[in-house]
């Protein structure tokens, strides 16, 4: 018997266990101290009444042996295809219905994507970037190139032709700097693509966040893209699904490479993956997704990611106010802020002890994280100015 020794070269734990980790002890030595969370990037408002709705009418119909559901089809529920269907072509993007397979969330498809694709295959990784792009390459023993993102480059790295890749990883707007592509620089990285027969693996969970019809919410608005990219969608941020799991993957029909003289079309391959290894999402959640794409369901989602924004302004003026650099926050429920000196880590351990408030380590995300701390705008609004008081306060006393 022999493990999978890709795994032993995995960090002892992941990010955020980590910080809990670090919260626990404190909470220990300190157990009356209220601490307000900034860091992890779960959501807190509830699920839209639209949504609550149709997952009770769901949850009854599952009760009547006439309306009682038992598994779905491979990519998902029809109606809910469709709607996925709607909302893209309302950003201009056409899709057939085969192309979209509904699945348990954006992390699950993201990393279980890699089956589809050789260990051979060298990953080409922003950094600093959301640990499951590497983690899951490392437990595959694949190759990983990081590509730098620093001020300089606005935490957006365009490609660097000494560094050829087969798997590309791309994330706008971005976890965890909030920087977001304009569609000219999404357009070099997918002419790259075509050009070196590259994949982009387009992680879209944020896309909600985007207010400016000028910058694209979807890899598929940039032309050429449905000839190297694969799509991840996501209704945890969107909709309030962290607890729920709901999400989608967009595999394109146009999507070949050429195998041993015969071109392989990479939608067959993940309906296989799925069909093998994946038996969908509940009738009842898929009811409720699809009542969030409703018109009721995205204009009371909307006003929910409304609330998450006015969230980020505050932190932004803060820092703004005291004239720390950040970026993100306009178009993201992330702000990426200079830690002023200090490791990282230092940092997120200065605001626990003395602000009583938990970030997220910039270091966490890469080696080109630190310096830089993660602070999440998905919080109750009172804990949100009140951590940002206590964080002006700690900061004027440096």
């Known amino acids: 018997m022999q493990i999978n020794q890709n795994y032993l070269n995995l960090k002892d734990s992941y990010l955020f266990t980590n910080i809990e980790n670090r919260v626990k002890n404190f909470q220990q030595k300190h157990p009356n101290v209220k601490l307000i969370r900034m860091g992890i990037g779960d959501v807190t408002l509830p699920l839209a009444d639209a949504v609550v709705h149709a997952m009770r009418k769901a949850v009854d119909e599952m009760g ?48 279980n994507v890699l089956d589809i694709f050789g260990r051979e295959n060298t990953a080409l990784i922003p950094d600093p970037v959301y640990p499951v792009y590497v983690d899951t390459n490392i437990m595959h023993g694949r190759r990983i190139e990081f590509l730098a993102g ?11 032709a000494s560094m050829p890749a087969d798997i590309i990883y791309l994330c706008s ?8 592509y304009n569609k000219e620089k999404l357009q070099v990285w997918v002419d790259y693509a075509n050009k070196n027969d590259a994949i982009i693996l387009f992680d879209a969970a944020y896309e909600i966040f985007v207010s400016d019809d000028n910058l694209p919410s979807s890899i598929f608005q940039i032309p050429g893209a449905e000839n190297c990219a694969i799509e991840f969608g996501s209704f945890s941020k969107t909709a309030g699904f962290t607890g729920v799991r709901c999400g989608y993957t967009i595999v394109p029909e146009n999507l070949k490479r050429k195998i041993n003289g015969e071109f392989i079309s990479l939608n067959k391959l993940w309906l296989r993956r799925q069909t093998t290894k994946f038996n969908g999402v509940s009738y009842i959640t898929q009811r409720g997704a699809d009542a969030a794409l409703s018109e009721k369901g995205l204009a009371q989602i909307r006003e929910n990611i409304g609330y998450y924004r006015q969230n980020a302004k505050i932190i932004a003026d803060t820092l703004s106010e005291l004239k720390i650099w950040f970026t993100g926050g306009r178009h993201s429920p992330y ?8 490791s990282s880590w230092e940092f997120f351990d200065f ?17 080109c994280g630190e310096g830089f701390l993660r602070l999440s705008a998905f919080g109750d609004r009172e804990n949100v100015r009140r951590g940002m008081r206590q964080f002006k306060e700690i900061i004027n006393t440096l």
């Open 351 to 367: 605001l626990l002890e003395k602000a009583r408030l938990i970030g997220t380590p910039g270091a966490g995300f890469g080696e």
């Open 335 to 342: 702000i990426w802020l200079r830690t002023n000196g200090m």
């Open 173 to 180: 707007p971005n976890n965890p700097t909030g920087s977001v």
């Open 64 to 111: 009547g042996a006439s309306t009682f559901h038992g598994y779905s089809s491979e990519r998902g529920y029809e109606f809910l295809r469709d709607s996925i269907k709607k909302y893209y072509l309302a950003k201009g993007v056409h899709l057939n219905l085969s192309e979209i397979f509904v699945s348990d969330g954006a992390k699950s498809d993201i990393g």
């Open 150 to 160: 620093n001020e300089e480059n606005e935490f957006l790295p365009l490609p660097d």
